[in-house]
């Protein structure tokens, strides 16, 4: 920025800084002076509709909106005079002549823009004596609930649509007091971020459905979290009623969600309260089911595990753990199975090629913030769904698409995107790794690169089409271009191949490589070692352990399972039920009972979810992020650490005398504290697959863990209906 | 061609009680007595009593005030109006001003478009009080609300469509008050009775 380009306002007889181009109203937020808004919104395009922020400025010959008048070089401006005062209760009164005086039943009331200015700017007594607009409500589909007669058309709704989400799913209808928001034809608010107008609502017209009626704002306690659904890990806000979370907001942070929050994020946290949550600790004695206390049910375990290893030996015991749980549990998880001998341990349960692992990141991710992804002049997308898998990173590659960059799929599908695309490249009688072959040969040839005789045996057979050589070239010219891989490249049974040809196809375009990441937390799970051949820090194995897929395949006679369902979360789960329940002893860390759990486990924990412990979780931006439980846990579910701590005592495993989970997240980072989050990814040649159906690699974006497959709003969306029925919560409708 | 500060022919679009109503191009700065002249005169022999001079937006002209000016930007301002479209709307004493307000008010009220509160909201509850008046069932204190209204809505909006809603409002009460105001009090209109006893 350079000095032309700053002048100076003077506001209220203060001086401030300003920049050329800005509106008055960045100027004087910028300086703490508050000037009243409704329509106005920092991330939204300028409407200057709602008329509240008028403020008299120097020589104008009416009152000027702050939210669309630029900044000029000594101007002087009002914003408490006489007029300027005049004219913002004037649009108050006019506001508030046609809404209805519902506060006391109206869920916004407390926490309501139009309600706070109504107490500055309102008068007492209103002079409106005629009859009030009603306007009939909208059916905006399970997440949004509508009171349209509350409805001050700020338009904020419709210009998310437009900008944000790039779909204009409402628009206004009719003309002058007639005007109304809606969608057109009836129909449901479907994109994945939808629920973020709920917070744009200034009123009460755009509310939380799931929410309704249920608490009033001031009666919640809010905790600030982190979202558990996805890579980047949203902050929120949970909003807490006696122990219970009522709702999810977003906590803005500029570095990764700005002010948004997906509606997975949002609503997912329904699934806590499911009817099959897990009440008590459970064992199997005989082949009988009962409740039992937690003593019982940890000296069981440690007895259980303790007998295989004695029995069996130490390397038929295997541990399984989401790639959502918390570094701590990841960390003590880890800890405990190595402490036992094992060194059967993994995470990565939908992957299913392994080959070259050891070259795999310390803690995979995207080699780069959310801001940088949004800055890239060229992306190609490899294996994502991008939308579905990563709501948040997807707006990113959207504001960079809208801003100019190409943006290139390689997809199994062409998936929706409601962004300019460069070039959808075409898979349907092809695979990943064929296009990714091709666009490398095109580079190559273009770069003049010799390719080596691992790349040349994949490289021989690939077939250059015009469309890989416009896209390479694109990948080329840009100063900023990323190879992104996506979960469905990270499922795919190539998956060593597409990320050497990724890897390849960046070095050969000057691009870089980065990589969405299963669950909230896989570079966690990654560097607190539940890894079978590395340990915490990121240090090569003794020993190489089973891999998940190894596992999965093949069971061990001892299995010890974290926050997961494994016919769902896992890979290749056909028949696994069957083969865990010919195991001698599974342990079941896990927040709810289902019944497929009844027929394969021995003892079921169950354990807080995200909402109910304390923890930390490294994102793919590379940002460890700390948060602690906001609701009380259900039944007597407790943290996952703290289970792990009791079960490592009770195996006398060392180092498990950790009080709290900050003491469990401090000595994970002083383990990790020389390890370099390396974002190398070049991986080496495995057998090729063929003939593997690539389109089912794609998890729905409500199906990706246990909580989310119970939120009962999320699934009954548009996109809940993909989702298998045995994930649906019992009391469904 | 023209008047001082206002050069050129203008085509003055005459209507309502004239004689001859049409469109009448001639040099700006005409007198009005003139451009009435040339639209035939006030029908069957009828007093002026009003004129829009410049489409229904403008404020309103008693007859006394139009009869001396001439038509054009500095005149017509200093009469208290201005040339606006040039549309000429001619009344004469047997019309009901309230109702004459009622139906322009209604007029901007259709025509909102909606997008700026103070336009949107304030023409609507315009024409309802005006509406009101005009069915008997005026309150005292609606005069000054009407006025108080229209002037919180002119000049806070987007487009000039709310300043247009406006002025009529301003000077019809301004100028008519006493009209609304027989309303209010005996719930008809003065000009009826005035007939009725001439």
């Known amino acids: 920025m350079s000095n032309d380009d700053q002048l100076e306002i003077e506001v209220n007889g203060v001086t401030l800084p300003a920049r050329k181009g800005q509106m008055l109203i960045e100027a004087t937020d910028a300086a703490g002076i508050y000037i009243p808004r409704f329509c106005y919104h920092e991330k939204l395009s300028i409407a200057a509709n709602c008329r509240m922020c008028l403020v008299e400025v120097e020589k104008a010959p009416k009152p000027l909106p702050a939210c669309a008048t630029p900044v000029m070089d000594g101007m002087k401006v009002f914003t408490a005079s006489a007029r300027a005062i005049s004219a913002q209760k004037a649009t108050m009164e006019f506001l508030l002549i046609n809404h209805p005086l519902d506060c006391p039943i109206c869920d916004q009331g407390g926490e309501c823009e139009l309600q706070d200015l109504a107490m500055g700017y309102g008068r007492g007594v209103s002079r409106y004596s005629e009859r009030k607009r009603v306007v009939r409500d909208k059916n905006l589909g399970p997440l949004i609930s509508t009171d349209m007669t509350r409805c001050i058309h700020c338009t904020r709704c419709v210009r998310f649509g437009q900008e944000i989400a790039g779909i204009q799913e409402l628009g206004t209808t009719g003309r002058g007091e007639h005007t109304q928001i809606g969608t057109y034809v009836e129909k449901s608010v479907d994109h994945e971020m939808s629920g973020n107008i709920i917070d744009l609502c200034p009123v009460g017209a755009l509310n939380n459905k799931p929410y309704r009626f249920s608490a009033r704002a001031w009666e919640m306690t809010q905790h600030a979290s982190v979202a558990a659904h996805d890579c980047v890990g949203s902050n929120m806000f949970a909003h807490v009623y006696n122990g219970i979370a009522k709702r999810i907001v977003p906590q803005p942070n500029e570095a990764i969600n700005e002010t948004w929050l997906s509606d997975r994020d949002r609503f997912s946290f329904e699934g806590i309260y499911a009817a099959d949550r897990l009440q008590s600790p459970r064992i199997r004695i005989d082949g009988e089911w009962r409740d039992c206390g937690w003593d019982e049910a940890l000296s069981a375990v440690a007895e259980g595990l303790k007998g295989i290893a004695a029995d069996h030996g130490p390397e038929q015991i295997s541990g399984l753990i989401s790639p959502s749980a918390t570094s701590e549990e990841h960390f003590l998880f880890a800890r405990l199975l190595r402490g036992l001998g094992s060194v059967n341990i993994d995470h990565r349960i939908r992957r299913v090629d392994f080959h070259g692992q050891e070259a795999d990141p310390v803690a995979p991710g995207l080699g780069m913030t959310l801001a940088d992804l949004e800055a890239q002049q060229a992306l190609l997308v490899v294996g994502s769904d991008l939308r579905q898998e990563v709501p948040i990173a997807a707006h990113r590659v959207r504001k960079a698409a809208v801003a100019g960059a190409d943006v290139f799929f390689v997809n199994p599908g062409n998936y929706e995107y409601l962004f300019p695309v460069a070039g959808y490249l075409d898979t349907t009688s092809s695979s990943i790794i064929d296009e990714l072959a091709g666009l490398v040969r095109a580079a190559f040839a273009r770069t003049e690169t010799r390719p080596d005789a691992n790349l040349a045996e994949v490289l021989a057979a690939a077939e250059v089409r015009p469309e890989h050589e416009a896209a390479v070239a694109k990948l080329i010219a840009a100063e900023r271009a990323t190879v992104l891989l996506g979960l469905i490249a990270g499922r795919h049974p190539g998956y060593s191949r597409i990320r050497m040809l990724a890897a390849a196809l960046a070095a050969a375009t000057g691009a870089q490589v980065g990589s969405l990441t299963e669950g909230a937390n896989s570079g966690g799970a990654a560097m607190a070692g539940t890894l079978p051949h590395r340990i915490c820090g990121g240090a090569a194995a003794e020993t190489t352990g089973l891999n998940a897929a190894e596992i999965i395949a093949a069971p061990t006679r001892g299995m010890v399972l974290m926050g997961i369902e494994p016919e769902l979360d896992c890979a290749n789960a056909e028949g696994l039920l069957e083969r865990l329940a010919d195991t001698l002893f599974c342990v079941v860390v896990t927040p709810f009972a289902t019944p497929a759990m009844e027929t394969y486990a021995s003892v079921l924990l169950p354990v807080g979810t995200f909402a109910e412990t304390a923890g930390s979780y490294l994102n793919a931006a590379g940002e460890q992020q700390e948060f602690s439980g906001f609701a009380t846990p259900v039944g007597a579910a407790r943290p996952g650490w703290k289970i792990l701590r009791v079960l490592g005592n009770l195996c006398a495993v060392d180092g498990f005398d950790y009080v709290s989970a900050a003491e469990v997240t401090q000595a994970l980072a002083a383990v990790c504290e020389d390890s370099e989050p390396s974002i190398e990814n070049t991986g080496q040649l495995a057998p090729a697959v063929a003939g593997f159906d690539e389109g089912g690699l794609r998890v729905p974006i409500y199906a990706v863990d246990a909580v989310v497959r119970r939120a009962r709003s999320l699934q009954l969306t548009k996109w809940g209906e993909s989702v298998p029925d045995i994930s649906k919560p019992a009391d469904a409708a | ?198």
């Open chain 2, 1 to 198: 061609m023209g008047s001082e500060g206002s050069g050129g022919p203008v085509v003055f679009s005459v209507s309502g009680h004239v004689n001859r109503p049409g469109n009448f191009e001639v040099g700006l700065g005409i007198p009005f007595r003139d451009l009435l002249e040339l639209a035939g005169g006030v029908r069957d022999g009828r007093k002026l009593k009003a004129v829009i001079p410049g489409g229904s937006s403008v404020r309103v002209l008693p007859a006394e005030l139009i009869l001396e000016a001439n038509m054009d930007h500095k005149s017509l301002q200093e009469a208290g109006s201005s040339l606006g479209s040039a549309a000429v709307i001619v009344m004469d004493e047997t019309t009901d001003m309230v109702r004459v307000l009622e139906r322009i008010s209604r007029f901007y009220y259709s025509e909102s478009c909606g997008q700026c509160t103070p336009c949107r909201e304030g023409t609507g509850w315009m024409n309802r009080v005006i509406g009101r008046i005009l069915a008997g069932r005026g309150k005292p204190a609606d005069m000054d609300m009407l006025v108080d209204v229209a002037n919180k809505i002119e000049g806070h909006t987007i487009c000039a469509l709310g300043d247009a809603s406006a002025w009529p409002v301003q000077s019809f009460v301004h100028h008519y008050r006493h009209e609304f105001e027989h309303y209010i009090e005996h719930g008809c209109s003065i000009v009826s009775q005035q007939s009725a006893a001439a």
